[in-house]
């Protein structure tokens, strides 16, 4: 039976639009990460999954370990699930989760909070400044892992920590590590330009990208290796956290870094199809219906306008996946109610036929949907909430 047809017959009594989460894909795609990683724990990214029971099921399979949430009131909600060791990706300026962070001793020994200045410090002491009983917060330095080139006229990656040398980060360290109520516990660096820019791409720029991520790699492997050594002299790291889905096979060989940070490999979304090193499974989809045929070889399906984040352009519409051979109006792209589809596929669908899609990226198609149907050969399991399901969005 085919793709098409089985996620039809599963799916048979839901009516679209809905979210599905194909179980047999999410499973060989975590096993296929956990293997690239060679042997270094995963840190599951939650942002790419936002959906609890997703979590649970991943984090009991070899591999994983610990999740890294994007923001505190989301770690803290964690925790009170009783997830453990949880690293907030970003800096917080949310003055009540911190004093709520500062207050209860479970959460403050699970939590270690991000930060990439001194500023992030007087912050966290004047946002608990009232809490009766203050715990200990466990704390993550954030490490640029941009490459710089030309003297600083070419740069690569994200705009993150303004920590980017041995000495900046030892005197962070320092200044963390002296300062009462806190506990430098890890540190971090991801290099977007790495994990998150598939290489797979055709002519120069393809070319170009590989050049780059190679000459990237090696600078990161050397200076990383040097920010590591220069604050472990200060504080006894228990963990050092780098690279992503797009990287795991060489970010695990650098000695410096003892975890890595995925999440997006296990949907598979439609950015993921660009890299070289790795293929997965397509295992979150989302259906919507045929709604009207206003012409030969063209079908309009309900709603469908689920952009994803970033800069904008076709790379961050939804790919209509199934059938195979639909593609958008240039004029209309993907629309906020209805969204017109052309090609051959298009001749054969009828009032009521599903299209299947791919989100561009990760977790955000769960911001559409309050539920992901889990799907095991051609029937549905079960179905769980996703973040937004729980009412919590945390953004």
Known sequence: MDERRRYDRAT???EPPFAILDMDALRANAAAMARRAGGKPIRLASKSIRCRAVLRHVLDMDGYAGVMAFTLPEALWLAAEGFTDILVAYPTADRKALAELAGDARAAAEITVMIDRVEHLDFIDAAVDSVRTRHEIRICLDIDAGFHALGGRFRAGVLRSPVREPGQAADLAAATAKRPGFRLAGLMAYEAQIAGVGDRVPGPYGRMVRLMQAWSQHELTVRRGRV??????????????????????????????????????LYHPRLFDFYRGFTGRPAALFALPVVRRPAPGVVTVLGGGYHASGSPGASRLPQPYLPAGLRYDAREGAGEVQTPLLGRAARDLRIGDRVW????????????????????????????????????TFL
Request: aromatic share 6%; proline share 1%; glycine share 12%.
């Open 228 to 265: 590591v050594r220069a604050v472990r002299q200060i504080a006894d790291l228990e963990f050092v956290n780098g690279g992503g889905t797009g990287s795991l096979e060489k970010t695990t060989r650098e000695k410096a870094v003892t975890e890595i940070a995925a999440g997006s490999g």
């Open 12 to 14: 048979a009594d839901l």
């Open 357 to 392: 899609f791919r989100h561009a990226k990760a977790g955000e198609l769960c911001e559409r949907f309050d539920a992901l149907h889990l799907v095991e050969g051609d029937r549905v399991v079960e179905t769980v909430p996703t973040y937004r399901g729980e009412g919590r």
